[in-house]
């Protein structure tokens, strides 16, 4: 069923999580803090262009953000032209920002009061899953708001699935960027110690890739890495604003964090090589320096 869907933030992963959604046949309205941004959608997808968040959700039934961070989230919903301000009573707003726990927390607060559902739902997946369609989805709120939305969600997702009350999917992510960070520092070191030891390591990742040491990072990113080539994906800015937002739920649950908090300053290193917009497993570049 076609329905209004309001989609605010046009980053490398809202752009194209949009474009499935309007493919899909809904009513697309966007809205871009870089306006031309917006104006480059709308002139690649159906859809509408608004000048302020609070003009997309005017008459939007679904409502989803995707943007940096707890500041721009809050900006874009509570803030003087916030989506808030206008969003209908019986809509469903869907946040798709890696942001804390906290805000997700928030927004449902203000949801429930305010007679709107409300679920954090952060991606993974990188700028091609999203380009792809192919997103995991790790969604936090109340089974009903996920049983209305969830067909809308799955326009740009392989994978979807509810994991608690709201908060949940922010904490899922933070879960999935702890171990990512571990595993791409182990793949910088595995490649690293192989080419010191003169071993090609095409051939060697090539058969311990279908062993044990296979991951989705080791998959993707080796050629890459080896290549020193680090231009495809999830930012080091962006990683470190993750790994903090981890790290500081863990001062509040009580949770360890070690292997986190090194690699989280061995990506400060790889920042002050230069390597803020590099993708993630620029880690190796410590050891090219």
Sequence with gaps: ?????????????????????????HNVTVFNRTKSKAEKWV???????ADTPAEAAKDAEYIFTCVGN???????????NGAFKTIQKGSIYIDNTTASATIA??????????GFGALDAPVSGGQAG?????LTVMIGGDQADFDKAKDKIDCYSKKMKLLGNAGSGQLAKMVN????????????????????AGLNMED??????????????MENRYKTMIEDKFDFGFAVDWMRKDLKIAMDEAKNNGASLP??????KYYGEVQELGGNRWDTSSLIKRFRK
């Design 105 to 114: 927390r928030e927004i449902y607060d203000h949801a429930k009061k305010s």
């Design 130 to 134: 999203a380009e792809n369609g192919a």
């Design 1 to 25: 069923m076609t329905c209004n869907v309001a989609f605010i933030g046009l980053g490398v992963m809202g752009y194209p999580m949009a474009g499935y959604i309007s493919k899909a046949g």
């Design 204 to 217: 060697v990742i090539e058969v311990i890739s279908k062993g044990a040491a296979q991951s989705w990072q």
């Design 70 to 80: 707890d500041n721009d989230l809050r900006e874009v919903t509570f803030g003087e």
């Design 43 to 49: 002139s690649e997808y159906k859809g509408k262009l």
């Design 259 to 264: 292997v986190t908090e090194i690699v989280d």
């Design 177 to 196: 960027q702890i171990c990512i960070a571990g595993l791409v520092q182990g793949l910088s070191e595995g490649i690293n110690f192989g080419m010191k």
